[in-house]
């Protein structure tokens, strides 16, 4: 018992009200309270084993920034006690996002780099706040240095920065000013983007975003980048960055791709055919020793989905640079789960696939003696009663299907851990949207409804509700693991 995490014993004391009525100077993880790998598991400084209850958070640092760049510390603290009160220990949050002379509809606005070397001061602040408010509810975080993907900027943006502001191909995005519209100026509806900026096939996007691998200016800055944020001092508690256990794990980026893959296989079209002259594994290889270099103390991991398959999830995750591996579960985006039918086959079908697939990377990462991570995972809610209304993703909906789904998955991650064989550490859902409904949503000044769904994707497609199940869930989780952990304490 005494051997226990930190983390899990604090998220036991119960309600987030108790944990916030902590006086300032306490803090749920001291700043030398690092969590390192030890075989397929995490353990913490005092050699308790580690087990992430996590959810995705990425709009924190914005969440939690000042009023004048669309912060809201009333709905921050809010959320957050929230979560603590489920027994969540993690969040993944980004510790990035880019801007541009170009323009720039869907992403997090307004970004904390604006353009190379120069930071809105205000907006890492807010990363300040957010860390200092996660140290005190035993949260720790991931921080996401950047990002395949267009909805933070990321990748796309410092090749475009390289390339005298060429404007980025975007793919079909979430345009929540296009029709139909509610009768109030920003509250949506909006639909993908057809008119305005292309909508560029999503080869041509990941190819640009891709030329990251391959571009040493674009690779400067964005090193550059992770150097300042590692070596930061927090302005609301004065810990550096990389010597505060809060943060646990540095994340090279958000879903990097394959930059030449030969093909696709694999049980639905969805795994790669293996090319060992992948330019994505020599990044990895440099960016996670640059990382290691800066920031001994805490871990490092590449942000991978597993989509790849074996050879790609074995390749990337095989360096000593990176601690431990990830894996990102998408049912719907893959084309094995429709969210407007009802069927019971239907969700027998996704949840087949995710323990097959829990199940295989957990067997991929054993075979590399790294643990692994599902850091994210969601299903719509029940949509079909949404298909004939004004919009798709009403919070109205019920969340059959999605519940069962993550009892299914959770509990093959769980299951995983449980088993001396197994390398899952634990879960993050994507995405708390806490407080947010599509209903009542309004765009800030800057443009930002700050839902679950980052600004490319409908919002609400795959929020989490405070009222929602599926918090219960992850609760639930916690409260297991926590239980199984104090007759195990020798795992
Ligand atoms: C901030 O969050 C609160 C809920 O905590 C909400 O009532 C309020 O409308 C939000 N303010 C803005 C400007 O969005
Ligand atoms: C860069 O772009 C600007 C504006 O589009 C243009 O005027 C300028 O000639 C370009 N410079 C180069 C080197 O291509
Ligand atoms: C949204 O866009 C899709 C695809 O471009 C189109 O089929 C659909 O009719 C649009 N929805 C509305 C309500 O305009
Ligand atoms: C979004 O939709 C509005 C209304 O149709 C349009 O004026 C605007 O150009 C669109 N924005 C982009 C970036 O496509
Ligand atoms: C991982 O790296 C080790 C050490 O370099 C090597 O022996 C092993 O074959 C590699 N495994 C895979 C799956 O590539
Ligand atoms: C619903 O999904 C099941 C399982 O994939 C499939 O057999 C069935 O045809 C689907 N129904 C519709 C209306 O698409
Ligand atoms: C899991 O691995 C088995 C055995 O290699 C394979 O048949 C199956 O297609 C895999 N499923 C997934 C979802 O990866
Ligand atoms: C914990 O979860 C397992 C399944 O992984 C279940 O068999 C067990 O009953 C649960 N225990 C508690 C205390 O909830
Ligand atoms: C832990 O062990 C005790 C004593 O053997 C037993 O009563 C209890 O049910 C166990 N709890 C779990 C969660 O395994």
């Not at 020793?289 to 398959?309: F, S």
């Not at 696939?353 to 850091?375: R, T």
Request: glycine share 8%; proline share 5%.
């Amino acid at each position: 018992m005494a051997r226990l995490l930190v983390s899990i014993l604090l998220a036991s004391l119960g309600s987030g009200a108790v944990l916030s009525s902590r006086t300032d100077d306490q803090y749920g993880i001291e700043p030398g309270d690092f969590v390192s790998v030890k075989g397929l598991r995490f353990t913490d400084s005092k050699g308790g084993t580690h087990y992430v209850t996590g959810l995705n958070y990425w709009a924190c640092m914005n969440l939690a920034a000042d009023d004048s760049v669309g912060g809201n510390y009333s709905r921050l603290i809010t959320e957050l006690d929230q979560m603590a009160s489920k027994g969540v220990n993690h969040l993944r949050i980004m510790a990035s996002s880019e801007g541009a002379p170009t323009t720039q509809p869907f992403r997090m606005n307004p970004p904390l780099l604006q353009q190379p070397g120069k930071y809105n001061e205000k907006v890492f602040a807010g990363l300040d706040r957010c860390l200092d408010e996660m140290s005190k509810r035993g949260m720790r975080a991931t921080m996401t240095l950047g990002d395949e993907w267009q909805w933070s900027g990321g990748f796309g943006q410092f090749v475009s920065w390289t390339q005298n502001n060429t404007q980025i191909p975007y793919p079909p995005s979430w345009n929540l000013s296009a029709p139909p519209q509610r009768e109030t100026p920003g509250t949506g509806w909006g639909n993908y983007t057809t008119i305005g900026i292309d909508a560029a096939p999503w080869d041509d996007f990941q190819n640009f975003a891709n030329l990251m691998y391959s571009t040493p200016q674009a690779e400067r800055w964005y090193k550059d980048h992770i150097k300042t944020v590692i070596n930061r001092e927090n302005t609301i508690n004065g810990r550096i960055y990389k010597e505060d256990a809060t943060i646990m794990t540095w994340q090279l980026a958000n879903e990097p791709q394959a930059q030449a893959p030969l093909g696709y296989e694999g049980p639905y079209g969805i795994y790669l055919v293996p090319n060992s002259e992948d330019l994505l594994f020599p990044w990895i290889n440099r960016i996670s020793a640059y990382i290691r270099g800066l920031a001994p103390k805490q871990l490092i991991n590449v942000g991978l989905e597993g989509k790849q398959g074996q050879y790609y999830f074995q390749q990337a995750h095989n360096f000593t640079t990176v601690d431990y591996a990830t894996t990102h579960c998408w049912v719907q985006n893959w084309g094995i789960y429709d969210m407007y039918n009802s069927s019971g086959a239907n969700l027998q079908q996704a949840q087949d696939f995710a323990k097959a697939f829990i199940h295989n990377s957990s067997v991929w990462a054993a075979e590399i003696g790294k643990p692994v991570l599902l850091e994210e995972f969601g299903m719509a809610r029940d949509n079909w009663q949404n298909q004939y209304k004004e919009y798709p993703y009403l919070s109205s909906a019920s969340t059959a299907h999605k519940d069962a789904y993550f009892e299914t998955i959770i509990g093959a991650a769980m299951d995983e851990f449980k088993s001396s064989s197994g390398a899952y550490v634990g879960t993050c859902p994507w995405a708390y949207g806490g407080i947010w409904r599509p209903e009542t949503e309004h765009a800030n000044e800057f443009g930002m409804v700050w839902a679950g769904d980052p600004p490319h994707e409908s919002p609400g497609w795959y929020d989490l509700y405070d009222t929602d199940e599926a918090m219960n869930i992850v609760s639930r989780q916690q409260k297991n693991i926590s239980a199984w952990l104090a007759n195990h304490t020798s795992i």
